[in-house]
């Protein structure tokens, strides 16, 4: 069968829209992982990237071919019954945790750029959340469709605009000293790791309603090289900023300072981002959390942001620094088992 390259391209925006979250779409995240290493950090998003292509698309072939609902079912695949139900506890509180990271960046955007509350940012973003989760598979689709694009158009202006700089070819080799270098090393399997464990919650389920192989394949190879690209062009702007590492949303500043006519185009999209990352890890909770206990979807999700109401109240850059290096190192383990796992017809 030919590849449906229009359901690819709506599994590639998925899956760029579900991994460009918060920290990403903010540039806290790629500073945090990259940009703080300099030269070292582009090579790093390099080795991501590969990761992010091939494994991802591995990754959607298997749970389609094994027909999984949820990434439990492919973690007991992947790990059997046993190690797979505690991986499927581990990837639930990761999903919490990230879940909470991002209502804390809706928040930080309406407080950091708009001049509002940080709890009107939160309640927005939750109200906004709960209408799209009703619309399931549709909703979360119509989103991403419209979103990715734009955030992948405003990255490479950003980048046009960064190379004009004066520096900027210096810049981009210069390697600076920090003091937990040995991250650099470790930074695209964590990061890699930690974004694809995540995104599992929202692509099993996708996968197993597409189910035609190659366009599954071809969707997740086009999303694997847009965000290498879109994690290149963010990176090469980044290093440009001074004191980087100081900001909440660094991607906004650059945006301020260097394109003011469309900052608030911009903060809309940055904002977007988020609001996709939040409905598709809520949706892959949501998902499993009912194959547990049959309750309505409204009364699941409305559970599901309490939770990480309480934990995204506090502050995003301390939740950010600390949640995910700590899940990106948890989720190496799933990377190489699923690397490791031969299945027939998945290369």
Same mark, same amino acid.
């Given at each position: 069968?030919?590849?449906?390259?229009?359901?690819?391209?709506?599994?590639?925006?998925?899956?760029?829209?579900?991994?460009?979250?918060?920290?990403?779409?903010?540039?806290?995240?790629?500073?945090?992982?990259?940009?703080?290493?300099?030269?070292?950090?582009?090579?790093?998003?390099?080795?991501?990237?590969?990761?992010?292509?091939?494994?991802?698309?591995?990754?959607?072939?298997?749970?389609?071919?094994?027909?999984?609902?949820?990434?439990?079912?492919?973690?007991?695949?992947?790990?059997?019954?046993?190690?797979?139900?505690?991986?499927?506890?581990?990837?639930?509180?990761?999903?919490?945790?990230?879940?909470?990271?991002?209502?804390?960046?809706?928040?930080?955007?309406?407080?950091?750029?708009?001049?509002?509350?940080?709890?009107?940012?939160i309640f927005v973003t939750i109200a906004l959340?709960?209408?799209?989760?009703?619309?399931?598979t549709k909703g979360l689709f119509a989103v991403?469709?419209?979103?990715?694009?734009?955030?992948?158009?405003?990255?490479?202006?950003?980048?046009?605009?960064?190379?004009?700089?004066?520096?900027?070819?210096?810049?981009?080799?210069?390697?600076?000293?920090?003091?937990?270098?040995?991250?650099?090393?470790?930074?695209?399997?964590?990061?890699?790791?930690?974004?694809?464990?995540?995104?599992?919650?929202?692509?099993?389920?996708?996968?197993?309603?597409?189910?035609?192989?190659?366009?599954?394949?071809?969707?997740?190879?086009?999303?694997?090289?847009?965000?290498?690209?879109? $994690? &290149?062009?963010?990176?090469?702007? +980044?290093?440009? %900023?001074?004191? =980087?590492?100081? *900001?909440?949303?660094?991607?906004?500043?650059?945006?301020?300072?260097?394109?003011?006519?469309?900052?608030?185009?911009?903060?809309?999209?940055?904002?977007?981002?988020?609001?996709?990352?939040?409905?598709?890890?809520?949706?892959?909770?949501?998902?499993?959390?009912?194959?547990?206990?049959?309750?309505?979807?409204?009364?699941?999700?409305?559970?599901?942001?309490?939770?990480?109401?309480?934990?995204? $109240? &506090?502050?995003?850059?301390?939740? +950010?620094?600390? %949640?995910?290096? =700590?899940?990106? *190192?948890?989720?190496?383990?799933?990377?190489?088992?699923?690397?490791?796992?031969?299945?027939?017809?998945?290369?």
């Amino acid at each position: 069968m030919k590849t449906n390259w229009s359901a690819a391209f709506q599994i590639a925006a998925v899956y760029v829209g579900t991994v460009v979250g918060a920290g990403f779409a903010t540039g806290k995240e790629i500073v945090e992982f990259f940009s703080r290493f300099g030269f070292i950090g582009l090579l790093s998003i390099l080795m991501s990237g590969y990761i992010f292509i091939f494994l991802g698309s591995k990754l959607m072939r298997i749970a389609a071919r094994i027909q999984a609902t949820s990434y439990q079912e492919l973690n007991e695949y992947l790990f059997g019954r046993f190690i797979g139900s505690l991986i499927n506890i581990i990837m639930l509180v990761m999903l919490l945790g990230v879940c909470a990271v991002m209502l804390s960046g809706a928040g930080a955007v309406f407080e950091e750029q708009i001049g509002l509350s940080k709890y009107t940012g939160i309640f927005v973003t939750i109200a906004l959340s709960i209408v799209v989760m009703i619309l399931g598979t549709k909703g979360l689709f119509a989103v991403n469709t419209f979103v990715v694009p734009m955030m992948i158009a405003f990255s490479f202006l950003l980048l046009f605009i960064s190379m004009k700089l004066p520096n900027f070819t210096e810049q981009i080799l210069y390697i600076p000293f920090a003091e937990d270098g040995w991250k650099s090393v470790a930074a695209p399997f964590s990061y890699a790791a930690l974004n694809l464990s995540l995104a599992q919650a929202v692509l099993v389920p996708i996968a197993s309603e597409i189910k035609h192989d190659q366009t599954i394949k071809w969707g997740g190879i086009l999303g694997g090289v847009a965000l290498t690209l879109i $994690l &290149i062009s963010s990176h090469l702007t +980044l290093v440009m %900023l001074p004191q =980087l590492e100081t *900001y909440a949303i660094p991607m906004a500043v650059i945006m301020k300072t260097s394109a003011s006519s469309l900052f608030w185009i911009y903060v809309f999209i940055i904002y977007g981002e988020i609001f996709t990352s939040v409905i598709g890890n809520v949706y892959g909770i949501e998902r499993q959390v009912r194959k547990y206990i049959p309750i309505p979807t409204t009364i699941t999700v409305c559970f599901i942001f309490i939770i990480c109401f309480f934990i995204s $109240l &506090i502050n995003y850059g301390t939740l +950010l620094a600390y %949640l995910y290096p =700590l899940f990106g *190192y948890i989720s190496v383990i799933f990377i190489v088992l699923l690397w490791m796992k031969p299945f027939k017809g998945v290369n």
